[in-house]
């Protein structure tokens, strides 16, 4: 009895802990605002939930709507380029090369520990005339929820990782993992020099469609001044690169690419 009751405790916590480690690597997926366009929802309902005994800080709420004050379109009539969760060592250099091929400039958007862990590829996309976008320290979806310490301090660790691979380099942009954003979050990035930065097409790459499916959906989504996100990090982003190869010159040529501003 006992030894099977063991066993099975045993179990349950090999499950917890697989799971746990799972959860904290999902990528946009548990996130993403659905796609292409703008979609704002009704106001963000605050109802302050009854207080019991404080065992965890709270995850503030999230709002319904996008909080104002996110840069969702290039700023000029180019379209941006943003890539997300790198760098990555198998696709960062590959779309690099794409970008260099076409010369024009794109954002990456990395992630802390990624910078930490790749530095000479953070390096590279500096030195490569692209521009740096903070997307947390560990790809937290929930960042915006947190405390604003622990949002200050995450977004002051990951410069901090990007600033030791690239001293001094620009860190123009904060990009929420998700799009989950908080007004408290936009805010604080702000303090910090960060400027939020959204998407206007979201092809959906992360969920690995095909490369065709990746091309149609941001063919027909991006205009004049679109701010387009896809990833050269954060699973197999083979697709991607090979979307990639048609849509770059093929943006180029339509609209003209251009650095968000
Ligand atoms: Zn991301």
Not at 14 to 21: A, E, K, S
Not at 104 to 131: D, M, N, S
Not at 175 to 193: F, H, L, S
Request: with cysteine; hydrophobic share 40%; glycine share 8%.
């Amino acid at each position: 009895m006992r030894p099977r009751a063991l066993s099975a405790l045993a179990l349950g916590l090999v499950l917890l802990v697989t799971g746990c480690g799972e959860a904290g690597k999902s990528p946009e997926k548990a996130a993403a605002p659905p796609s292409a366009s703008a979609a704002p929802a009704p106001s963000p309902v605050t109802k302050p939930s009854p207080t019991r005994t404080p065992a965890k800080p709270k995850l503030r709420p999230l709002p319904k709507k996008l909080p104002a004050g996110l840069h969702r379109a290039s700023g000029s009539n180019g379209v941006a380029l943003t890539f997300d969760d790198g760098p990555d060592p198998r696709f960062t250099p590959q779309i690099l090369a794409q970008l260099r091929a076409a010369r024009v400039q794109a954002t990456f958007c990395v992630v802390g520990k990624q910078a930490k862990r790749y530095p000479e590829l953070v390096a590279r996309i500096v030195r490569e005339g692209h521009q740096l976008c903070n997307h947390s320290w560990h790809h937290d979806v929930n960042l915006g929820r947190r405390s604003a310490a622990e949002i200050r301090s995450d977004l002051q660790r990951t410069n901090e990782a990007i600033h030791a691979a690239a001293p001094k380099a620009p860190i123009t942009w904060f990009r929420q993992p998700g799009g989950r954003w908080t007004a408290e979050e936009v805010t604080i990035a702000r303090q910090m020099g960060l400027r939020p930065l959204h998407w206007s097409v979201d092809p959906q790459d992360w969920d690995h469609p095909p490369a065709k499916t990746i091309i149609k959906r941001v063919k027909g989504a991006t205009r004049h001044g679109s701010v387009v996100l896809m990833h050269d990090a954060g699973g197999d982003r083979a697709q991607t690169m090979a979307a990639c190869r048609h849509l770059i010159p093929d943006i180029k040529r339509r609209y003209g690419i251009a650095l968000p501003r």
